[in-house]
């Protein structure tokens, strides 16, 4: 139905991709979303930690040509598959810079990261789930961001103020995104993210622990407006953390939706 | 390139779908899932209630024929785009019965549903979301099922026992699906699940609102474990009601993973 | 357990947001999010429609104060519970400012959006849904984003020149994000968004329908790429529209992955 | 503010759930939800392989008994960490009844997995992800479900046939759930899967692969019906196979809805 598919076609097919184009319009970001992978990152306790992760690569695409060679963005990850860490991130940046001849790249990287935690009394140890992203951007200049969202209790000041007894509390989630010079441990800034909530949660607690826990939360009421600026007023204290942006989430007991907070700073 | 599709097709396409199949396999369901529609239900206090609908539609087919004509469905659904009710589904299943000349129809409408509600002390009112399904089956008997997922607050009876001051308390979801005799009201049975937990969660509550919630949450504390079986006990006592499954899950304010418990019954 | 509870409460519950703070950190938005409400917005061909929106409605807290009084937020919400329209979005906001004395307001109302559409051929109509999210910012300064996501159907230009028959296709998700001046009808660039694909999408499909469209996708074959930089060409064409910001998405039928284009651009 | 509560705690907490229940209500199913643990798991290739799972654990509990001792779930899971199996899945179940004096456990593990795959001419290889379950349940009778959701490419065979040029064909899942006795490898499972529909799908293609793709899956037009009837007609070939469940949805090109098939049999 069509003359040109006739053809022998198996020995030479043809680059459409690498065609012209004549619209004229450069494109930001091209590339693939969302594909999964098994990688292994950096671990300050175990040296390294398996782990699964949503990758999405992108490049810039002038706008002479019509397409991207998607295919490439994979093989650039095949090559890379043992590692994806903060230390070899600006090396598969340059690759792909490199490979695509594009002026700027793009890599996304979000994955499940677990630390050991001991519980506050009993010592019972477990893993607990943190959610991080890498996201690094090479053009003529280089950018990397780490983002971490770490789950917190936080309990209500007021609804403790007011009330004759309790106050409710309810599991919250901190989200930090940052860029620092030199490196930093995920770790590390977890536990600042902790520190600054009315508890941190835990996936083993005895009974020893919850009523710690509970007295604790207890003692240290925050909203999410305190939530926020203790994290800003902890992460100003760490002088390798250059600019950070902040929120927090109340998934709130005693309504349906949630209450939220947001701050973005360079530090000072 | 294919002969066949030289020739005229306009007048006549082939009907692909109503051609035998010969592997002798018999498919349970068959039809569209998901399909978002926007939807009218009954409400108690206003009549009735726009919403907007994830409806799936399936009917049985017999291993003669190759496939299913999918298109029917969605006429049936702008048939009675006015109105999806517990009181006219029937109707609608009859009608998908008949018209895919089928032994079995199936019909799921997921819908959001608004109820006003006043704060316990403020009065304040505001609208809460609750989330209803029903499902219905049709073949040569009928079943309806009626399901209802209604956050409520849950405070922890062990914690609140053990520590010396607060107690930790989370939103929980309680889902329940029933079924009944004769007609139910959605808001009634919202009721009895809201009355099985520690306290009903609010759109809109004021100061005194807010302590009176914390103290009456405190005064009633729940596991999951009570939540279900508070729930079982209250619908127990509606006659109308002749079986159900009630689950309970707790966002845990001290974890990061939830409560559950689950019980299925008929009303004794 | 503490002497000021033991105090008479209920007649004067004190403001524990209201109080200062000493942390001299000021916070960029704080309020309420994902609270959901049934809403009624603007129609071309029926003047409005319901619907049912999550909202997110912050302001700006100075480092002088503890906190925000959430209520408010919901009060505001309720007094304008029969209509959210891009008409009085900048009244809300005036009044989000006013009420809470604040410097900024953000105000974020995302939801579904039914149009009736004729199949090409056939010309049955159903409805399709389409999600919207209008965004809101008033400080000194006014800014308003129209957002738009519409499904569609790409089929692979590479695909079809390299294969002898077919050629893959699948459904797209394109999101565009708008500034304009004066007013825009959601409907209009819905359109301009779904003739920039290889095909629309529609709910009901009459045989001669799918005959139709799949003839026309094979013939107007796009990648991710060609669909960004059709839609800017489109968008380009209306003098209204000031800035805009351009994704596609394919769910790619081949991979379990998405390819993925961006721009974002000044109306020139 | 409460008597009991200046009594010295720390020596004796108090075992709330332990303590005896009125309302004569047993409970099907308490425990843990979706917590999410690394785990390692069988592969037939490597051996074994690191991943992380979503996991709930269940147990009955009589009606004499107020609640469950959550924390012991966490204690087995901590015991198991290493590795959970199709292997060891039946100590870890006999552990739970025993450790909680339960007449049934209940153990869901769900868990991505990934797979090495060569496309299908230039012969690149690239891993794809594939989601898994193991659901065990264990009474005085045991019961082990094998869920596994693949990813395919499906293309329409009335589109086919119906038009002049091309055919819609869209990313589809299937979905199946089966019982059976001795040992099954999920790659088996999967590939018998892959090979029911119009083609498998891939994370790395060349050209040389993307047509061959193409024209086979122009070649294998399949509706969602023919999906599930292939798959069945497909596992009832494997002996060991006993009983299975098979669900197929496409995400339509054409339409913003799925199609969806459905099959539940025992093995003839």
Chains 1, 2, 3, 4 share one sequence.
């Not at 499940?112 to 009993?122: D, I, N």
């Not at 520190?195 to 949660?201: D, F, L, N």
């Amino acid at each position: 139905m069509n003359k040109k598919k006739s053809l022998p076609k198996n020995d030479i097919l043809r680059d459409i991709q690498g065609e012209p184009d004549y619209r004229h319009i450069n494109i930001d970001k091209v590339g693939v979303k969302d594909i999964r992978y098994p990688i292994v990152v950096l671990d300050k306790k175990n040296k390294f930690q398996h782990t699964i992760a949503s990758i999405s690569m992108y490049v810039d695409l002038p706008h002479q040509f019509k397409g991207t060679h998607m295919s490439r963005f994979i093989e650039i990850l095949n090559e890379h598959r043992g590692e994806v860490t903060i230390k070899n991130f600006p090396d598969i940046l340059k690759k792909m810079k490199k490979r695509f001849s594009a002026s700027t790249a793009h890599l996304e990287v979000e994955f499940p990261y677990f630390m050991e935690k001991s519980a506050p009394v009993s010592k019972s140890k477990s893993l607990m789930e943190y959610k991080c992203k890498y996201t690094g951007i090479l053009s003529d200049k280089k950018d990397f961001l780490l983002e971490l969202m770490v789950p917190v209790l936080t309990l209500c000041p007021c609804s403790k103020e007011i009330s004759e007894r309790g106050a409710h509390n309810q599991r919250g989630l901190v989200k930090v995104s940052l860029r620092f010079e030199g490196f930093v441990w995920i770790e590390d800034i977890i536990k600042t993210i902790e520190e600054s909530a009315s508890s941190p949660v835990y996936s083993l607690l005895k009974r020893v622990d919850e009523k710690f826990i509970t007295e604790h939360a207890y003692d240290n009421p925050m909203f999410v407006e305190d939530v926020v600026r203790e994290v800003a007023v902890n992460l100003n204290k760490i002088k390798k953390v250059k600019w950070f942006r902040i929120e927090a989430e109340n998934w709130e007991s005693i309504h349906n939706h949630s209450a939220y907070a947001f701050l973005e700073r360079k530090n000072s």
